[in-house]
């Protein structure tokens, strides 16, 4: 695996070959993310028990990362420039539209997620999901790309792969939070039309009391960690893979097992939060069904690593030496 560092304009010029539309993108989203942290600094307004501009801040640096992230991708299929650029081209689309959502119920002080309140908010809303839905489709159709591409670095082309999986699934848990539930559908079946569809927890309201910084329930389900840890995997997997291949001694055998362990490991992580919160149990507060559920996540990625030999190839045989010639 290279360890070759790029300059600044040398990781643009790369990243702008691969696909011009989410490099900005990528850009833009940075630029959002320090705009935001302003506003948190000077607007003091709260909106649903935190602060109004928290939630702009949070996907702003969510999709900088996750684009910067996908950029990295798609340095392994240099050969697919044109779909590429294709790729690039939609999900910039999607987190445009998302963000400019997002940005702008934010600065008419209302929210962006699960608001029906208006036929303005309603349509804001469900534009949101149409092109969430997009860019998960577009996502899969890559991650089936790269699954199907021969990658030389067998580490490194396992997490890749495992982490594009994982995020999908991740993405794909979010869809939980746009259903109505709870009194929500009470409201449906007497025919009224409901002022929010959907929510971040189970189990209660959002709103409530909320962890430091991200607001996950501390008294109902939320499904927003496992929409979080399940995002991240993008990130978490190839690091480990990177951090694996900067060892002395390297075994190819044992870091394949270690990375397919960990991503065992992550998913069923990301599932088991997921069940925590459809379950309408905290993040904090686990039962004896929360825990067995952990233990077993263990247990399989145990069973994975198990799986594998740990032993490095034996090296080949080289020929006897020809017999040295008479002088």
């Known amino acids: 695996m290279s360890t070759t560092t790029y300059a600044p304009r040398d990781v643009w010029n790369r990243a702008w070959a691969l696909s011009p539309a989410l490099t900005v993108k990528t850009v833009l989203m940075f630029a959002g993310a320090v705009s935001t942290a ?19 801040f949070k996907f702003y640096v969510s999709l900088t990362i996750f684009e910067a992230t996908l950029l990295y991708f798609f340095s392994f299929l240099p050969e697919r420039r044109r779909f590429l650029r294709r790729v690039g081209v939609v999900i910039a689309a999607c987190g445009y539209l998302e963000m400019v959502a997002i940005t702008l119920q934010a600065a008419r002080g209302v929210r962006s997620h699960f608001n029906t309140a208006t036929p303005f908010d309603q349509a804001v809303f ?17 991650a089936l790309v790269l699954l199907r591409s021969k990658l030389e670095d067998r580490v490194l082309a396992s997490t890749l792969r495992m982490g594009l999986l994982v995020t999908l699934v991740g ?33 209660g309201r959002d709103g409530g009391p909320g962890l430091p910084l991200v607001g996950w329930s501390r008294t109902a ?3 927003r ?20 291949a900067r060892r002395k001694q390297r075994s190819e055998s044992r870091e394949l097992a270690w990375v397919r362990a ?15 919160a459809l379950r309408g149990q905290s993040i904090v ?43």
């Open 126 to 142: 469900s534009s949101m999901g149409i092109a969430i839905t997009v860019m998960w489709v577009t996502v899969l159709v890559f």
């Open 262 to 276: 960990a991503g065992v490991g992550y998913l069923g992580l990301t599932l088991v939060l997921g069940l925590q």
């Open 38 to 56: 302003l506003l948190l600094a000077v607007d003091e307004r709260q909106l649903v028990g935190e602060p109004l501009w928290l939630k702009p």
């Open 171 to 203: 993405m794909g848990l979010g869809f939980f939070m746009t259903t109505p539930h709870g009194e929500q559908l009470e409201t449906l079946a007497s025919g009224e039309r409901p002022l929010e569809v959907g929510a971040h927890t189970f189990g």
């Open 221 to 223: 389900g939320d499904m």
């Open 225 to 244: 960690p496992a929409h979080f840890v399940g995002m991240h995997a993008l990130q978490v997997l190839p690091l480990l893979a990177l951090g694996l």
């Open 285 to 327: 507060s686990w039962d004896a069904t929360g825990l067995a559920s952990l233990g077993a996540v263990v247990g399989a990625s145990l069973l994975t690593l198990a799986a594998h030999p740990l032993r490095p190839r034996a090296p080949e045989s080289l020929p006897p030496p020809a017999p040295a010639g008479l002088g």
